[in-house]
């Protein structure tokens, strides 16, 4: 057995470093002046300055603009004019100090041109358009003087019921953490730094309910919860946001154990922490603080550095520390945090937004392609029996019907920004505009509004179907449902939706439907009912192109579900790494782990998505079978194009330890590649996994890689077939900080 005393090199950040929650940090010769800077500024601030550096304030009819005059505001948000933000930063320079305000947006998937809400970006299986996408968002914020966003969203959620899932990247600690790190490197790249959020176990709240309490045991937070958040402290992202939800117990917004042990002592982050809106007042919903002097108290002593939209902080502060109740060191080292962020930005020497710029300089043609080519590989076609998809060239009329269609505003999702439905391409309008080079007539018929209350429209729908050779439905989830408070209980198409589509299917002719929403929804019979379905999420700005591109067969559909689709919403939550039973399912069973009337299966499992072409996976093989420290996992296979038509696989390696001290899941994704096949091209694939990585934490904190056998699966979904097993040889144990801290101590005496 070899016990480890300390952490590993940056360079295993997404093996190690994402489960082991280890950080160092060193500072360079810049550091030390930025250091050096702030330390003075410091000296010259009175309490109250400090104070208002940790104010954070939202524009509108709350503002008062003196307080920016006066140095009571450190940092602004839903500014997102230049002319605002220019005034805004004139207001400071009449300030004693002159510090300048740190101004932030929810831009999660674009600011004027919107790409792909990130659940669906996820869908891609691919960092580098996760990349581009936070590129492209922070360029166009950037242009108008925005300087921080509150995102990515880096909240696991196993259960679509919560609205919000609609903005993160699914249910899997790996996928997350790698996508986590490519959209703060992106926002960065593109002029934007970041507030990952929400910090943490916010999207598992009990019954899918949002701003419920969550339970998770320590150990799964360590390997399930956090691991994209320290992701996101490792590509750099220089804030988080406190979540609302109470975590065993204790409000995220007043948990030292997250805030200050976890993320400052565990993880080394010197960035600082901002409340969520009024988070710090809703201490006093929560039960923890009797008044806003209390909640203030409390927070700030947690390691929350910031009090958007509470104004308990500038309230109640500097008599908390008069009274000697919050130490003025502690708000020293608050202020301390956000003026270094501030300097590392280089807030004190850049020049004011320029009040002459617009958003109208965007989308620009550049914007608008790179949207359209994220979008088309979030999509994910779930069936596709008789090969309704691609539109055949026999096909000559086409009825489009479904409120959804023509909704340019809806197809942005939840956090649309500065998102204008005019500078959308609806699903209709892509569609007609393929169609017409192809000499396919197009009828429309919307059959029901936006929410399906009524089918009054059907009739025309159904006679619009009966005269076209295809229809195409589209249909799914108006954005009011999706987002923050928009918690479901039913998870059935709202309104007629069902009934308009089993009429669509009795015309007898064949029906794709493009499912547009924010998360999986339940289908019902209209699984068996509809032959092809394709799910686009919230497509953006080029959503309509990018459908039709997929529809006609221009570009294959390669998207993956980074979610388990369940078949009911009573199987929630629902994910593939669960944890082996004793009694493991048995059809012929009853006293089994299995439900009574609905399989225990998802209807589509995570990872799953079809493509126009087909792909084979052959011979397998382990590159080294007996694995020491420092070893990696190596497993190759050759995946071929057995189809006629180009393609994209996303080839996925899980792992299972089957036999250790604690019940491990039954699969793990531990790495994936991306791989694009003409027909009939092969090519061989190789997946590595650090050893380092396919370890397990402990309630304390303890992370460890037991000696045994690791198996793995190697496919196009978590059904992966075996590839083959290797045996770790010997046990390695790292000891949580306290352990370690405690044995330096006994060292030391």
Partial sequence: MIVRPTGVSRSMRLSLASFLLIGTTAIAPAQENIERRVNELLARMTLEEKVGQLNLVSNGALLHWEDISSGRTGALLNFNNAQDIARAQAAARQSRLKIPPLFGLDILHGFRTQFPIPLGEAAAFNPHLSRLASEWAAREASYMGIQWTFAPMADLSRDSRWGRIVEGFGEDPYLGSVLTAARVEGFRKGGLATAAKHFAGYGAPQGGRDYDTTYIPPAEMYDTYLPPFRAAVEAGSVSFMAAFNALNGIPSTANPWLLTNVLRHQWGFDGFVTSDWAGIRELIGHGVAADGAEAARKAILAGVDMDMMGELYIKYLPEEVRAGRVPESVVDEAARRVLRTKMRLGLFDRPDADPTRTDSAFPSPESRQAAREVARETFVLLQNRNEVLPIAPAIRSIAVVGPLADAPQDQFGPHGARGHAQDSVSVLKGIRQRAEKAGVKVNYAPACDLFCRTTDQLPAAVAAAKAADLV?????????????????????????????????????????????????????????????????????????????????????????????????????????????????????????????????????PFGWGLSYTQFSYKDAAIAKPRLEAGDALEVSITVTNTGLRPGQEVVQLYTRDPIASRSRPLRELKAFEKVALAPGEARRVTLRVPVEALGFHQDDGTYRIEAGTIQAFIGGNSLAEPAGEASIMETIIVPSPEQRASASTGLAQ
């Avoid at 198409?493 to 015309?507: C, I, R, S």
């Fill in 472 to 604: 195409v439905a589209v249909f799914g989830e108006p954005v009011d449902l999706s987002g923050e408070a928009a918690s479901r209980a039913y998870m059935t198409l709202n309104g007629k939706q069902a009934e308009v589509l089993e009429t669509l299917a009795a015309t007898g002719k064949p029906v794709a439907m493009i499912l547009m929403a924010g998360r999986p929804l339940e289908l019902g019979k209209l699984a068996d009912r509809i032959p092809s379905i394709l799910m686009v999420w919230y497509p953006g700005t080029e959503g309509g192109t990018a459908v039709a591109d997929i529809l006609f067969g221009d570009v294959s559909p390669s998207g993956k579900l980074p979610v388990s689709w369940p078949r009911t919403v009573g199987q929630l939550p629902l994910y593939y790494n669960r944890l082996p039973t004793g009694r493991p399912t048995l059809h012929n069973n009853r006293f089994t782990l299995n439900y009574v009337d609905e399989a225990i299966t998802p209807l589509y």
